[in-house]
């Protein structure tokens, strides 16, 4: 029987739910009018007053806000509230430029708290499971996050933080944990290792993980499920809006329930800004309608996936988003052509590779080139240089018939790519230094 952690919110009417919405923006809209002169004088620029924005139906007036709008008002000009009424800040793992940090109340924290709940309800999770939380804890929102939601579904929580591989084992055979909440890069790591010290599936008390921070393949998935002997469920977040939690996957698995009492979304064409219909692929927009201390109107995240209303078996009402694909400016373009890594990552799995990638991106004589390396698996490492060489021929039609390119692939011994605690860092772009 399926479990909700606020089921009259999770399977509210879609009127109930655009009621909330309607109420919410409109309160959002004068909030940050009165108390952020950055929006308002962007709203000035647009020639808007609070009162053009009666619902949701007037969202599409309002400015987008971008990541570089965060950079520009970097560290409070987007602050909602006096800092004596804040109690954290969290920050993006971002490398380039400045980082952003978001500001949250208790109250904040409190709501993100309960959208991880909702996820770790919806993976199952009960006051009689012990959740080992191994995405890092610290600035990064995926630790404190999930930890919260955690401690408010009653879990018994095991804090681990990322790394120390070894002893998130030992903790999760000692301690029995029943769901493992880290990177799906980072499961993928730790099932290696249990299967290289011998551990079945059925060995392993885990019974769900919930996985997100960046981008996985539903191959992916498969091959974490099967190594872990668990059912891995996607969650979705971002800094700026809170972290893990906008949006989590409930046991259909068939894409992520956005937390729509809390945000409101968008699909846009991230060349135009048109707002596009229902179904179609874009750019995530988001509107965060509960946020105290650091609301953000119309932005735009970056990553592309589609929308859907559909009835979900689960009894939830909330839309649903796609996996994202990857972000937009993850998105590679070699040779003319648009290349996300994920969609290397669908090839490698589908030819029984693990997930251990690289993807190498050059400019030789004004020309882009790609190398993707990828690990052998130890049965392949001991076959005979033919059949490696047939393999690899294999795989360069696989992704010639998936991107439409030619990318050059190098089959590389076991354990030689670097794994990953947190973020995998899938992609060498030389052309940029
Ligand atoms: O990654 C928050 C988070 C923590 C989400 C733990 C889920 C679990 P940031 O570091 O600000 O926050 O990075 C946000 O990560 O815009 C996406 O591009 C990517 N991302 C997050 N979740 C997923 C996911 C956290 N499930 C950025 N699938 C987002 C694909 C994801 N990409």
Do not use: C, F
């Given at each position: 029987m399926e479990r909700y952690y606020q089921k009259e919110i999770e399977c509210a009417s879609r009127d109930q739910i655009r009621a909330w919405q309607d109420e919410r923006l409109v309160r959002q809209v004068h909030n940050v009018w009165d108390n952020v002169p950055y929006y308002r004088k962007k709203m000035e620029e647009k020639g808007l007053t609070p009162a053009d924005v009666k619902g949701v139906d007037d969202l599409h007036k309002l400015p987008f806000v971008s990541k570089d709008d965060l950079r520009e008002a970097?560290?409070?000009?987007?602050?909602?509230?006096?800092?004596?009424d804040c109690v954290r800040i969290q920050s993006t793992s971002g490398t380039t430029g400045k980082r952003v940090v978001a500001f949250y109340t208790q109250h904040d924290i409190d709501l993100w708290e309960d959208c991880c709940a909702r996820a770790i309800v919806a993976a199952g999770g009960t006051n009689e499971d012990v959740c080992q939380v191994s995405y890092g804890y610290g600035l990064f929102t995926g630790g404190p996050g999930l930890n919260g939601g955690s401690h408010k579904v009653g879990c018994l929580t095991i804090?681990?933080?990322?790394?120390?591989t070894e002893r998130q084992i030992m903790f999760i055979r000692d301690l029995s944990a029943t769901i493992l909440c880290c990177t799906p890069s980072y499961a993928a790591y730790l099932g290696e290792t249990m299967k290289e010290m011998g551990l079945t599936p059925d060995q392993i008390?885990?019974?769900a993980g919930i996985f997100g921070a960046e981008a996985w393949s539903e191959e992916m998935r498969q091959d974490i499920q099967r190594t872990l002997g668990i059912k891995a469920y996607d969650i979705y977040g971002l800094t700026e809006l809170s972290g893990p939690g906008v949006a989590f996957e409930c046991s259909a698995q068939t894409g992520m329930h956005i937390n729509e009492d809390h945000f409101i979304a968008e699909i846009i064409?991230?060349?135009?800004g048109e707002v596009l219909p229902e179904g179609s692929k874009g750019e995530l927009v988001f509107t965060s309608i509960t946020k105290e201390a650091f609301p953000l109107l119309r932005y735009r995240t970056r990553d592309i996936c589609v929308l859907r209303h559909e009835d979900c078996p689960c009894g939830r009402t909330h839309v649903k988003m796609s996996?994202?694909?990857?972000r937009s400016d993850d998105m590679l373009i070699v040779k003319g052509v648009n290349v996300f890594p994920s969609q290397i990552e669908t090839v490698l799995l589908g030819q029984s590779f693990a997930p251990n990638y690289q993807i190498i991106v050059d400019r030789v004589n004004n020309t882009d080139t790609m190398e993707v390396l990828v690990e052998m698996t130890p049965e392949m490492f001991s076959d005979q240089l033919s059949q490696v060489a047939e393999k690899e021929k294999q795989v360069v039609a696989a992704l010639k018939a998936m991107l439409g390119i030619y990318a050059k692939v190098r089959l590389v011994a076991p354990k030689s790519i670097q794994r990953s605690e947190g973020k995998a860092v899938r992609v060498i772009d030389k052309r940029k230094i």
């Open positions: 970097y560290p409070y000009g987007l602050v909602a509230r006096p800092l004596r804090p681990a933080s990322s790394g120390n008390p885990l019974k064409d991230p060349n135009t996996k994202p694909m990857g």
